[in-house]
């Protein structure tokens, strides 16, 4: 790898070595892992139907999602994604709770992975005949291992995500190819399965509860942005790659619905650890098997390898912002990677995947997450307001503003009342969380930030200033 | 003993020994360059640096 001379350098920065391919690993490998499991707790909430009108409804959500993230970061290329965004567009308060809402969604993912892993070791042991075995180290061992290359450096790091992420895709097609539901021997049988019985078994509030686990679909692939200072053209590859990424999990979020809905009963496909690797085994094709089984693997090591990427990113950023202790702003000289924030997030993800339940792990990704969605449409509605088209050059202008900012709170809101509904307790326990720590920042911590030096972007003074 | 067993000790062997190959080039990078070095990037200035970037060997 490419290195420059870090003892004489009196600056060492993060390495712009990535490409549009890496980006589009990075986004769609944190998500497709909701594809192989997590997205079916939705046909459990409201059944298969509902299931599909949130995988819908969700997609429209990510696609404004991808689509305001596209323009903005287009034009704030730096680490830390829409942290930095929200630093130069609406002020450090909401900087330091989006930071906080992606470290913590990204983390929590992460720890949701690495159970993950721990319960496949466990399935596949079980169909070999060995029961009873101690899935911790395998846990702790995802972690670590991907924390490492993480350490080592970027380009290494999500070259990897991309051979992984790109086979997990690639075995879904050939999952809907191998059944082949246009041949009348397909061993679909959508008809006998969903014919019967009422569309919607709990009625219009299933599919509200549905929305929950209908974020699954996609959840994370706005962690493309946190590429933007190792990303060799942000403006041309942010973009892109952002696009490509919806656009891939639109497709595989459809394919995985009409698939496992034509092979399971709805009622078990709602509780399924593993649904796409069920379908693979229920097609009755030993070689799908095998396939859907390690791309289930490598969609969850996809996953936690891009969370500690990006939640190391945005951690990092606010230690070079002085939000928190500068001591995390720190980049290795030889790896060009944020080191110590990596480092620092490791115990946090092994306490939560070793100490905390896979739905409480989930439900804080998903809140988190949920709370810097609500964040963008605001962000997009001053930034063209304060900086017009006119005024600073986009790589990427998103069409129908500001429509799709307002159907993004829109569903925001709907999401909001679907976890309240599963998940009230903890809903309002995080918005205490983040309520204490913006107290914590806006009354100690704010004055150690040097308050010139954190607005880097070259912008023209904002339109009404 | 069977290879699940094994694979369980190998796992812990390995994870012990990516986390402390971190630990010691954590420890080795901190003591040998400077705060001020490590903690000098800022937001911003990447593409000056790039201007400075030489591919090495």
């Known amino acids: ?465 | 003993m069977d290879i699940w067993n094994m694979l369980e000790y190998a796992a812990w062997g390995l994870s012990i020994l990516f986390g402390l190959h971190m630990i010691y080039d954590w420890y080795k990078t901190d003591s040998t360059y400077s705060e001020d070095v490590l903690t000098s990037s800022r937001e911003g200035e990447l593409e000056a640096m790039a201007e400075h970037h030489k591919v090495g060997s």
């Open chain 1, 1 to 465: 790898m490419s290195q420059t001379t870090a003892k004489s350098s009196p600056k060492i920065s993060l390495l712009r070595v990535l490409g549009p391919a890496h980006v589009w690993a990075l986004g769609v490998g944190i998500v497709l892992v909701g594809e192989y499991m997590g997205w079916n707790f939705a046909v459990g909430k409201g059944g298969a139907y509902a299931a599909l009108i949130a995988c819908w409804a969700a997609g429209l959500l990510y696609t404004c999602v991808a689509m305001i993230d596209s323009e903005v970061t287009s034009t704030v290329a730096a680490a830390g994604g829409q942290y930095a965004q929200a630093k130069h567009i609406i002020g450090p308060l909401m900087a330091f709770n989006v930071g906080l809402y992606l470290v913590f969604a990204y983390t929590m993912l992460e720890a949701a992975n690495a159970i993950t892993v721990g319960f496949l070791v466990d399935t596949v042991a079980g169909m070999s005949g060995h029961s009873g075995i101690d899935q911790r180290p395998f846990i702790v061992l995802s972690i670590i291992f991907l924390a490492w290359l993480n350490y080592r450096g970027v380009l290494a790091t999500l070259t990897f995500s991309l051979v992984i992420t790109a086979f997990a895709f690639v075995a879904i097609i050939v999952l809907f190819f191998g059944v082949a539901p246009w041949n009348v021997d397909s061993p679909l049988k959508h008809v006998e399965l969903l014919g019967n019985q009422p569309a919607l078994p709990y009625g219009w509030l299933g599919v509200l509860a549905a929305m929950h686990f209908g974020l699954w679909y996609y959840l994370g692939i706005e962690g493309t942005t946190q590429a933007a200072e190792e990303v060799r053209s942000p403006a041309r590859s942010l973009p892109f790659g952002t696009m490509a990424g919806i656009i891939t999990l639109l497709i595989a979020a459809t394919l995985t619905w009409y698939v496992s809905t034509g092979l399971m009963p709805w009622e078990y496909l709602g509780q399924a650890g593993v649904p796409l690797f069920d379908a693979a085994r229920l097609s009755g094709s030993t070689v799908l098997m095998v396939i859907l089984g390690i791309g289930t693997l490598f969609s969850t090591l996809a996953s936690a390898n891009g969370c500690i990427n990006d939640a190391s990113r945005a951690w990092f950023s606010m230690g070079r912002d002085h939000y928190l202790p500068a001591w995390f702003g720190a980049v290795h000289p030889t790896y060009r990677t944020p080191y110590r924030s990596i480092i620092f997030l490791v115990p946090i993800a092994l306490i939560f995947a070793l100490g905390a339940p896979l739905d409480q792990v989930i439900t804080f990704s998903i809140v988190s997450g949920l709370l810097g969605y609500t964040f963008m449409p605001l962000n997009i509605i001053l930034f063209r307001r304060k900086w017009p088209l006119d005024t600073i050059k986009r790589g990427y202008v998103h069409p129908f503003h500001p429509l799709p900012a307002i159907v993004l709170l829109a569903l925001c809101g709907v999401t909001y009342v679907a976890v309240f509904l599963g998940y009230g307790t903890q809903l309002v326990s995080m918005v205490a969380f983040y309520i204490v720590v913006s107290l914590w920042f806006h009354f100690w911590r704010y004055q150690f930030v040097s308050r010139g030096k954190q607005f880097t972007m070259p912008w023209p003074r904002p339109k009404g200033y």
